[in-house]
Structure formats: C-alpha cells, structure tokens
C-alpha cells in the first residue's frame, strides 16, 4: 500500500500512513500525533508502529507531547521512505505505483508477509518463514518469467499469477 501524505497527518491520519508499506511525503507535510491535546490515546495502530518505526523513546515523546514531525525529520528517522517537492507529490505517488503494479505482485506479498510476521518471530522461526515463503515464490510464474528474463537480457513481463 502507498501513501502520499500532502498536509497535516494528524491522529488518525498519521498512524492510518505510518501503517502503510510504503509513505511518500510533500515537503510541506507534517505527521503529529495530536491524541494528548484532547485527552485520548493513539489509535489506529499508533501505538504499534510507531516505536517499531522510530523507536520506543521518540514514540513516546511525540505520543506524550504531540509535537509535529516535519516531513524531512520523518524521513530522517525511518517513519516514512521518500520527502519530495509539493508540486511532485501526485506525479510521484502515480509513478511508484504504477511500477509495483509491473513487478511480481505475488512475490510482494509475500515479501510483506515475512516483514509483518518478524516483530513476532525469533531468528529461527523467521528463518523458517523465509524458507517457506521463498519456496511458494518460487513455484510461481512471476519467478520463471523473472529467471527467464535475466537470462536473455530483458525486462521482465510479470503477470502475479500464484501458479
């Protein structure tokens, strides 16, 4: 799932982008976890991804004060990937994700499996998550045609079949 955030994420609206895969940003964006001004606690999944984002003690103190997060500072500490010009904001939300519609959307998902199953997993397990994950994808069409692909040189044209 992309996000592009244009403006004030407040409560709600932050944790609902901090839960996404991946958050793109206008420069003008601010990200503020506004609950403490009214009394309440974050919602929405705030309170699991943002110290899995920023860490305990930032979580702590932007949950406590509800100071704003400009977009370049939320980049800065992992809370979102890319901070890009206002005027571009559009124009690069409608390229990223007409790339990953392009790409091996089973092998994504699975990818997105194995990241949201690793808070959870010791080394181990997620080891043996990886292994099997890794073998699912590679029974699928996408991984033929991206071998396929590779092998003579060329851009690879995936279709996000799972068989």
């Not at 919602?43 to 305990?56: A, C, K, Q």
Request: aromatic content about 6%; hydrophobic content about 50%; overall charge neutral.
């Amino acid at each position: 799932m992309v996000c592009a955030v244009n403006g004030v994420a407040a409560g709600a609206g932050a944790n609902v982008a901090l839960a996404c895969d991946i958050v793109l940003a206008a420069r003008s964006a601010k990200f503020i976890q506004a609950f403490a001004k009214i009394g309440l606690v974050p919602d929405s999944g705030g309170t699991f991804f943002l110290p899995r984002l920023v860490g305990e003690a930032r979580a702590r103190a932007l949950a406590l004060l509800a100071e704003p997060v400009p977009a370049e500072q939320a980049a800065a500490w992992g809370m979102i990937w890319k901070v890009v010009d206002d005027a571009d904001l559009k124009r690069e939300a409608e390229a990223l994700t007409a790339h990953l519609a392009t790409q091996p959307t089973r092998g994504l998902a699975l990818t997105k499996q194995a990241f949201n199953a690793s808070a959870g997993n010791d080394l181990d397990a997620q080891l043996d998550l990886e292994r099997d994950l890794q073998r699912e994808a590679g029974r699928t069409p996408d991984y033929r045609e991206g071998t396929r692909a590779f092998m003579e040189k060329r851009a690879p044209a995936f279709t996000g079949r799972r068989s």
